[in-house]
């Protein structure tokens, strides 16, 4: 479970710092524009590409993670995720070496990606296959908790580079910093799971039978139903977290004017009820079934999103950080079982490959879209109506339990 925790929890600090960066600096040291919109719109435009990236990492890590084990992939998403997040801290800018910044910032980015594809699906599968009968939800939501981990890391040391730095100092160099620790991280992360063994289904999968040659050309000949339903049902989560993250934190800090510094706590206040929502989805999918629990969750994100928009268009502290704290707690209620649900849908043989790619291509529906869409909407009818996209979001995953249920009963 401390494997699970500590390397997820690096992984996604790597990952969250980006996001973090976007929604500050990266538009005018990357993307210059007469237009603050346009710039914003393109710094999330790089931070989608990592979402795109992912779905490839997950069939090329989830290839060796099902052939050869989970520890030995597991090792080589963080080292590939550690070595893309350090190298952006030694980015060239715009102003200094012109397009190729954006370029060389948006392969690295692609890096990121690509490494994090490997790590969600490798991370569940070591939490769940360790776990005894019964308690494979709550063994599951500590790769989970690694989400909250990291971006309290990551914010918070955001937080403090920004009482501590003036403006024109944290654009011009102290933005570098974040990137920079994730060396110590990723070392710390990377002795931990050297430390590991095997778990024991794969192990014993592999006294059965051979691995499976092409891991991805079987889950899509015998579970192609599976990973359509997995995707779906990851959308909600996705689209409730990029939304009151990355997004919350570029509208309060632009369009409503808060200092960086005071949004920034805002949200690590609010991140607390996500990790509390996971928790308590973590336990509740033991005592009942996970399916159960996200079918709640669904429905709370469909409400939640009727109520995000006029929340954030408030501008009142109080009314934004009890949107964002609601909507993280719902967020807990569809994320928190995925650990133990998600896996349950493959064999061992197609585990790691049919975990990964569900989740991360549900990742580009509800994650790399997610600000993108919810800036047009905004920019279109006003911040009231940004939640759309969350109600929409939580309707699609509805419809991926739906579809599980008609496997469970035979009809798909």
């Not at 954030?312 to 994320?335: E, N, P």
């Given at each position: 479970?401390?494997?699970?925790?500590?390397?997820?929890a690096?992984?996604?600090?790597?990952?969250?710092?980006?996001?973090?960066?976007?929604?500050?600096?990266?538009?005018?040291l990357?993307f210059?524009?007469?237009?603050?919109?346009?710039?914003?719109?393109?710094?999330?435009?790089?931070?989608?590409?990592?979402?795109?990236?992912?779905?490839?990492?997950?069939?090329?890590?989830?290839?060796?993670?099902?052939?050869?084990?989970?520890?030995?992939t597991?090792?080589?998403?963080?080292?590939?995720?550690?070595a893309?997040?350090?190298?952006?801290?030694?980015?060239?800018?715009?102003?200094?070496?012109?397009?190729?910044?954006?370029l060389?910032?948006?392969?690295?980015?692609?890096?990121?990606g690509?490494?994090?594809?490997?790590?969600w699906?490798?991370?569940?599968?070591l939490?769940?296959?360790?776990?005894?009968?019964?308690?494979?939800?709550?063994?599951g939501?500590f790769?989970?908790?690694?989400?909250?981990?990291g971006?309290?890391?990551?914010?918070?040391?955001?937080?403090?580079?920004?009482?501590?730095?003036?403006?024109?100092?944290?654009?011009?160099?102290?933005?570098r910093i974040?990137?920079?620790?994730?060396?110590?991280?990723?070392?710390?992360g990377l002795w931990?799971?050297?430390?590991?063994g095997?778990?024991?289904?794969?192990?014993?999968?592999?006294?059965?039978?051979?691995?499976?040659?092409?891991?991805?050309?079987?889950?899509?000949?015998?579970?192609?139903v599976?990973?359509?339903?997995?995707?779906?049902?990851?959308?909600?989560?996705?689209?409730?977290?990029?939304?009151?993250?990355?997004?919350?934190?570029?509208?309060?800090?632009?369009?409503?004017?808060?200092?960086?510094?005071?949004?920034?706590l805002?949200?690590?206040?609010?991140?607390l009820?996500?990790?509390?929502?996971?928790?308590?989805?973590?336990?509740?999918?033991?005592a009942?079934?996970?399916q159960?629990?996200?079918?709640?969750?669904?429905?709370?994100?469909?409400?939640?999103?009727?109520l995000?928009?006029?929340a954030?268009?408030?501008?009142?502290?109080?009314?934004?950080?009890?949107?964002?704290?609601?909507?993280?707690?719902?967020?807990?209620?569809?994320?928190g079982?995925?650990?133990?649900?998600?896996?349950?849908?493959?064999?061992?043989?197609?585990?790691?490959?049919?975990?990964?790619?569900?989740?991360?291509?549900?990742?580009?529906?509800?994650?790399?879209?997610?600000?993108?869409?919810?800036?047009?909407?905004?920019?279109?009818?006003?911040?009231?109506?940004?939640?759309?996209?969350?109600?929409?979001?939580?309707?699609?995953?509805?419809?991926?339990?739906?579809?599980v249920?008609?496997?469970?009963?035979?009809?798909?």
């Open positions: 479970m401390t494997a699970s925790l500590v390397g997820t690096v992984e996604f600090y790597d990952f969250y710092i980006y996001g973090t960066a976007a929604a500050l600096v990266f538009g005018p990357f210059p524009s007469e237009s603050p919109s346009a710039q914003l719109m393109l710094s999330f435009m790089s931070f989608g590409l990592a979402f795109f990236a992912r779905p490839v990492g997950a069939v090329v890590f989830g290839h060796f993670g099902d052939r050869i084990g989970r520890k030995s597991l090792v080589a998403s963080l080292m590939l995720m550690g893309s997040t350090l190298l952006i801290a030694f980015l060239p800018t715009y102003a200094m070496v012109g397009w190729v910044a954006p060389l910032l948006c392969i690295l980015r692609f890096g990121q690509f490494g994090l594809g490997g790590e699906g490798g991370a569940a599968l939490a769940v296959e360790n776990a005894p009968p019964g308690w494979q939800s709550r063994f939501m790769p989970q908790l690694g989400a909250p981990v971006f309290i890391a990551a914010n918070g040391l955001f937080l403090l580079l920004g009482l501590w730095l003036s403006d024109a100092d944290f654009a011009a160099w102290g933005w974040p990137f920079l620790v994730s060396a110590v991280l990723v070392g710390l931990v799971r050297l430390k590991i095997e778990t024991p289904a794969f192990s014993e999968a592999l006294e059965r039978d051979a691995p499976v040659g092409v891991p991805i050309g079987e889950l899509l000949r015998g579970h192609f599976a990973t359509l339903a997995g995707t779906f049902a990851v959308v909600a989560c996705f689209a409730i977290f990029y939304l009151a993250t990355s997004f919350a934190l570029a509208h309060g800090t632009t369009t409503l004017g808060y200092p960086k510094e005071e949004f920034l805002i949200q690590l206040g609010a991140i009820f996500m990790a509390g929502g996971i928790i308590f989805a973590g336990y509740a999918s033991d009942s079934s996970a159960r629990v996200l079918r709640w969750g669904c429905g709370a994100t469909m409400l939640v999103g009727l995000f928009g006029p954030l268009a408030s501008g009142s502290w109080l009314t934004i950080f009890a949107g964002l704290a609601t909507s993280l707690f719902v967020m807990g209620l569809v994320y079982p995925l650990g133990s649900w998600l896996t349950g849908l493959f064999p061992v043989r197609v585990r790691y490959t049919g975990a990964s790619v569900a989740f991360n291509v549900g990742g580009i529906l509800g994650g790399a879209a997610a600000p993108i869409a919810a800036q047009a909407l905004g920019d279109w009818r006003g911040t009231e109506v940004v939640g759309l996209y969350l109600a929409l979001a939580g309707l699609v995953s509805f419809c991926g339990l739906a579809l249920t008609k496997i469970e009963r035979g009809d798909a």
